[in-house]
C-alpha cells in the first residue's frame, strides 16, 4: 500500500512569509504526527492529531498551527516565517494513536527560510 | 520535560566490527522504540521495546530496555556498510499530559566503511 505522502518536498520562503505543509497518511490511519527535525535540535515533536482533535501538543510557538480532515489528510502552517524555521518537516502516520501505534515517517518537506 | 541522551553522536568504524548505541534519561518511559533513517528518506521503525529488561534480537541487531524502563541500548555485530544511517531512539512518556508523546533522542550518525 502506498506510504505516507508529504507535499511538497522542497521549498523556499523568506522571513515574515506564511507556509503550509501537506500530509497523506497511510491509508486506514486516523493518526497524524508532526515532527520538526533540525541538525543542532534533532527530532522535535509539534503535535499530534486524531479522528480530526488535536491529541497532544510540542513546545512550540502559536505560529505553528495544524489540523486534520474527515479523510485524515493532514496540514501543518507555519506563519510569519522565521530563519531558525529552517527545517525538515516530517509528518508521521499511525494506525492508532500514540505511543502504542507503529509510525510511518514521510519524506519529510524541506523548508528553506531566507 | 523529559529529556532522551543518545551516545556516541558520531560514530565511524570498518566493516566486520561491533558496535554500541546508548540512549540515557533520568525519566521513566512506557516504551522506547529505536529507528534508522537514511539521508533523504524519514525514520524508519527498527524496534518496540516496552518490558524492564526485555531484550530483543533482530538479525545482528540487539536492542536492550533498562530494567528501569530509563535507559535502552542498540548493539550491532560485525557491521556492514549497509548499516550506515542515523540512529534514533524515542521514548513514549509514562503518564501526566503529555502521555503518548514520543520523546526523541539527539541520533547517533553511523558511518560503516568497506
Known amino acids: 500500500k502506498a506510504g505516507v505522502t508529504q507535499t511538497p518536498r522542497y521549498l523556499i520562503k523568506t522571513r515574515g512569509q506564511q507556509v503550509t505543509l501537506s500530509c497523506s497518511p497511510i491509508?486506514?490511519?486516523?493518526?497524524v504526527s508532526w515532527y520538526q527535525q533540525t541538525p543542532g535540535q534533532g527530532l522535535q515533536f509539534l503535535f499530534e492529531?486524531?479522528?480530526?482533535?488535536?491529541?497532544n501538543k510540542g513546545n512550540f510557538p502559536g505560529r505553528f498551527s495544524g489540523r486534520q480532515f474527515s479523510n485524515s489528510r493532514s496540514e501543518m502552517n507555519v506563519s510569519t516565517l522565521e530563519l531558525g524555521d529552517s527545517a525538515l518537516y516530517l509528518c508521521?502516520?499511525?494506525?492508532?494513536?500514540?505511543?502504542?501505534?507503529?509510525?510511518?515517517f514521510g519524506e519529510g518537506s524541506r523548508l528553506t527560510v531566507l | 520535560t523529559q529529556l532522551l541522551e543518545q551516545s556516541p553522536q558520531f560514530l565511524s568504524i570498518q566493516e566486520g566490527e561491533n558496535l554500541t548505541v546508548y540512549c540515557n534519561s533520568s525519566?521513566?518511559?512506557?516504551?522506547l522504540q529505536w529507528y534508522r533513517q537514511e539521508p533523504g528518506e524519514g525514520p524508519v521503525l527498527l524496534v518496540t521495546?516496552?518490558?524492564?529488561?526485555e531484550v530483543k534480537k533482530l538479525k545482528r541487531l540487539t536492542f536492550q530496555f533498562g530494567d528501569a524502563r530509563k535507559d535502552s541500548s542498540l548493539h550491532i555485530t560485525a557491521a556492514q556498510p549497509g548499516d550506515t544511517g542515523l540512529y534514533l531512539c524515542?521514548?513514549?512518556?509514562?503518564?501526566?499530559?503529555?502521555?503518548?508523546?514520543?520523546?526523541f533522542g539527539q541520533g547517533t550518525i553511523l558511518t560503516v566503511h568497506p
Open positions: 508521521a502516520s499511525s494506525l492508532v494513536v500514540q505511543p502504542t501505534g507503529e509510525l510511518f
Open positions: 525519566s521513566v518511559f512506557s516504551s
Open positions: 492529531y486524531f479522528s480530526e482533535t488535536q491529541r
Open positions: 521495546v516496552v518490558t524492564g529488561g
Open positions: 524515542a521514548g513514549a512518556n509514562a503518564g501526566g499530559t503529555s502521555y503518548g508523546k514520543l520523546t
Open positions: 491509508s486506514g490511519h486516523r493518526s
